[in-house]
């Protein structure tokens, strides 16, 4: 008998403050941080285009980028339609599609993204989990990445999954007073193992050109911002193969029709107890 039973995962969105996840819950579990400061939870819902980017929690729409210009990206601050068909939401000739479906307990995000032809992008789920200092990240392989100090000279680095430079990334904890992020190349898997709670995530790119699948790793110990600092732990499933679309052959690309699609999936467990 395995060790793990599944367990339904379910979301909520907010179409009118960025197409933002406000929940990803999974038996009886909320996944997602929410920042404990109240004004920085109360200046979220009042962004406007052009803002620095509000570290509310939650999970975040970053596109056409995650760092550079615009900061987070376009979507974020922008108000999305929502149909029976969807939510979309437009920004000068380009849209995003999102469709959230359950499926088998699972939940099923696909996304499509239209443009002009060639159209250079990263697009990244970024979703903020509140997880104790005992979880785990697991990743399968040993993939390629590159990452940045947040605390030090913030030079770039690389390695692979998951011990860089006697840091082993896949612990996220306990707390030492560090804050790095990552990308890891061509991956389309990860679960994190939190106590008796593990949530699976997959995604595959089905229809654009480029670099492929990646993941981006926020990974902050109480050691970002200065001052006052706090712990968050940013997974972001994502197209492109950096943060930044500025980086010429490590974004994705739509096709010759202008189009890029993929899908996210989503799958929770928890784990079974004597008795």
């Known amino acids: 008998m395995s060790a793990w039973q599944a367990v339904p995962v379910s979301v909520s969105t907010d179409p009118a403050s960025g197409g933002r996840w406000t929940s990803l819950a999974a038996g009886g579990r909320e996944w997602l941080w929410s920042n404990p400061d109240p004004e920085v939870r109360r200046a979220r819902t009042s962004v406007r285009p052009g803002d620095a980017f509000v570290d509310a929690g939650g999970g975040e729409e970053c596109f056409p980028t995650v760092q550079g210009d615009p900061d987070h990206g376009e979507l974020w601050t922008l108000p999305w339609h929502r149909s029976a068909s969807g939510e979309t939401v437009e920004v000068g000739n380009r849209r995003l599609t999102r469709r959230v479906r359950a499926r088998d307990g699972d939940l099923c995000v696909r996304y499509r993204i239209a443009g002009p032809a060639g159209m250079r992008f990263v697009h990244a789920v970024h ?149």
């Open 127 to 275: 979703l903020l989990l509140d997880l104790s200092p005992r979880s785990l990240l697991e990743i399968p392989g040993q993939p390629a990445l590159t990452w940045r100090d947040a605390v030090g000279p913030g030079e770039h680095r690389t390695g692979r999954w998951p011990v860089v430079d006697g840091t082993d990334f896949s612990r996220l904890g306990p707390d030492d007073g560090t804050a790095a992020c990552l990308v890891v190349h061509d991956v389309t898997s990860c679960r994190i193992v939190d106590g008796f709670d593990a949530l699976t995530l997959s995604w595959r790119r089905t229809r654009g050109e480029g670099p492929g699948e990646g993941l981006v790793l926020w990974r902050n110990l109480r050691g970002w911002p200065g001052g006052s600092p706090y712990r968050s732990i940013g997974l972001e499933p994502c197209l492109g193969a950096t943060v930044d679309h500025e980086e010429t052959g490590l974004c994705s690309v739509t096709d010759a029709t202008g189009v890029a699609e993929w899908q996210l999936v989503i799958a929770g467990h928890r784990r079974r107890t004597p008795g």
